[in-house]
Each structure stands twice: as structure tokens, then as C-alpha cells.
């Protein structure tokens, strides 16, 4: 078992588990919402997603994500994962992150979907 993100306690009062299944989602959550430079002895951590809260939303803005987090998928999760389909999508205010993947160590496939409000 993993320590689960964001830390905190279970029922018994010790530190939360996680499986490696959500151990995994929770890396890749981290990774698409940390800002460049928030991780000390890791300035180039993220993917700068957050960074980008105040610009117009549109298409080209979802194009621009979706190549900067497939390159930050690669680089900090590449011997955890396979990505398999990388969607980035501007719906309204949103920014909508579809992902599949597959998870090394145990070959299961999963999908997950991130969004913010922009």
C-alpha cells in the first residue's frame, strides 16, 4: 500500500492507504495541478496547467495543454504509466482532461477525467 493523496489520517488515527490504482491517479492529479517552480528541488515539476486560470479559454488553449501535459506525463510518470488517449477539451468555463492509461506495475488499464474552471 501507498500513502494516499492529500495526506491525512484514517478512522484508526494512522496515516491513509491507498492502492496502487489510486496511489497512481493521485501522482497524475499532482503532476497536472503543481505550477512550475511550487516543488523545492523540483522547479520543473507540473505541468502548468494552474498557471494558465486567467487565460481566455478556447480550443488552442486546450491544444497548448494537451501537448505540455503529454510531454510532463512522459517525463514524470513515464516508468509508471502508459498513456494510451490524452483528450484536453474547453467546454465553457471548464477545462475538461480526459486520460488512459495503463499502469505498469499491474498492465490494468484506467481511465480518469481532471477538470478546472477557467
Given at each position: 500500500m501507498d500513502i494516499d493523496f492529500p495526506l491525512h489520517y484514517d478512522a484508526r488515527g494512522r496515516t491513509a492507504e491507498a492502492s496502487i490504482d489510486e496511489h497512481v491517479r493521485d501522482l497524475i492529479e499532482q503532476l497536472i495541478?503543481?505550477?512550475?517552480?511550487?516543488r523545492v528541488n523540483r522547479p520543473d515539476f507540473g505541468s502548468g496547467v494552474m498557471q494558465l486560470v486567467f487565460a481566455p479559454n478556447s480550443p488552442e488553449l486546450a491544444a497548448t495543454v494537451q501537448f505540455t501535459l503529454q510531454a510532463a506525463l512522459q517525463l514524470w510518470l513515464g516508468d509508471v504509466i502508459d498513456v494510451s488517449d490524452l483528450s484536453v477539451?474547453?467546454?465553457?468555463?471548464?477545462?475538461?482532461?480526459?486520460?488512459?492509461?495503463?499502469?505498469?506495475?499491474?498492465?490494468?488499464?484506467?481511465t480518469a477525467r481532471f477538470e478546472r474552471g477557467l
Open positions: 495541478f503543481t505550477n512550475h517552480g511550487e477539451t474547453a467546454d465553457d468555463a471548464r477545462l475538461v482532461i480526459d486520460l488512459a492509461y495503463v499502469i505498469r506495475a499491474t498492465g490494468q488499464a484506467t
